[in-house]
């Protein structure tokens, strides 16, 4: 029960780095001993110490014989900062209390195993599912190499993401808004369609205090994005990504805004979806908030490189027989061939419900 316990408190102190370590893990680390804390810390910014040496560098008292309660395996390499497993033998740590074990091949078991090998006592599995879940973005990316991909989307109880005449502030109320913005300090960028840029000019920066701007992307294959846009007259402020399949006579102004151009294999006309995320990837952008529009999200979703689906639904009823929906593109010809989420949770945000849900993988053909 007391390992329960010191994990969950290590659980939250780990999701303060929310937003401010990737690539990295986000890590928390409790040590007790005699039944009390005696020091705790977290991974705080990619390239700092991480949760296990803030730890013990807070302690407040010798924590010789100890038991240190930690969210992610810890790292037993040299990369931006020493090995984990150094801090915790230097400290003659007795116990070692573990949620997720690392996938990253680095790591992956290693540093539990030099441990046990210096005879420190070794516990796995404590919140296992929690931690996982803490770092699914990280998980995901340190095996694939390729970004961690949100659907999100915001709908009327009738299937409607704006009115027949266009109309869509606001769908959903102020508690699920804020919700969207922890999402976008939380994720590593936003992809947008060059037709929701068209059509609504948006911002899409992080409007919660303190939180991070997420790298805006807009899927434009032939670079139709105005220079006189939101994104392009801030973009020398907040990093933003033109994808695209060649270059043409905009190209030189939107670069000379600050705008970067990413130039993308073609697949259909359009930008291939899976070639950007090994290019996302590349770069280190971990995580992307797919937002609009409906034929970017049919897409992604066909090309299967969605992982989570996030769908606001506000208890309104609007109508309209050409009143947009969330997904466009062609869509699925059968029920059988749709794609069903798993591990669906339901949270209610004020007078609005949030549906989230993993994608395993596309319908077999």
Request: charged share 25%; hydrophobic share 40%; aromatic share 4%.
């Amino acid at each position: 029960m007391q390992d329960t316990q010191w994990m969950a408190r290590a659980l939250s102190l780990a999701k303060r780095g929310m937003g401010r370590v990737s690539p990295n893990p986000m890590v928390g680390c409790v040590i007790v001993k005699d039944g009390r804390v005696i020091g705790e810390g977290w991974h705080q910014k990619c390239g700092s110490l991480h949760a296990e040496r803030n730890a013990l560098a807070a302690c407040t008292q010798d924590p010789a014989g100890a038991t240190l309660y930690v969210t992610l395996e810890p790292c037993c390499h040299w990369g931006r900062t020493p090995p984990c497993t150094d801090a915790i033998l230097e400290h003659k740590i007795a116990r070692v209390v573990v949620g997720s074990m690392d996938p990253n091949p680095l790591v992956a078991g290693k540093g539990v195993q030099i441990l046990r090998d210096r005879g420190v006592e070794v516990e796995t599995g404590v919140l296992q599912e929690e931690c996982d879940r803490c770092n699914e973005v990280f998980f995901h990316y340190i095996q694939t190499k390729t970004p961690f991909v949100v659907f999100k989307y915001a709908m009327t109880l009738d299937g409607k993401i704006a009115a027949y005449t266009g109309h869509s502030r606001w769908v959903t109320g102020e508690t699920a808004r804020a919700h969207v913005h922890e999402t976008r300090n939380w994720l590593s960028a936003i992809l947008v369609g060059v037709g929701t840029v068209l059509a609504d000019d948006p911002l899409l920066t992080c409007r919660m205090e303190g939180g991070r701007n997420p790298v805006r992307i807009v899927c434009d294959s032939r670079l139709r994005t105005p220079v006189s846009s939101q994104l392009i007259r801030t973009a020398k402020e907040v990093p933003t990504l033109l994808a695209a399949v060649e270059k043409n006579e905009n190209a030189g102004a939107l670069e000379a805004a600050g705008a970067e151009i990413v130039l993308c294999k073609e697949k259909e006309g359009r930008v291939d979806l899976a070639d950007l995320m090994v290019r996302l990837g590349a770069r280190g952008i971990d995580s992307v908030l797919v937002e609009g529009g409906g034929e970017l999200a049919f897409s992604a979703l066909e090309a299967g490189v969605v992982q989570k689906v996030q769908a606001y639904i506000a208890p309104k009823l609007v109508g309209g027989k050409t009143a947009k929906t969330p997904l466009g593109g062609a869509g699925f010809p059968t029920m059988d061939r749709a794609v069903r989420l798993r591990d669906v949770a339901v949270t209610r945000l004020g007078e609005d419900i949030l549906m989230e849900g993993y994608v395993p993988c596309l319908p077999e053909s």
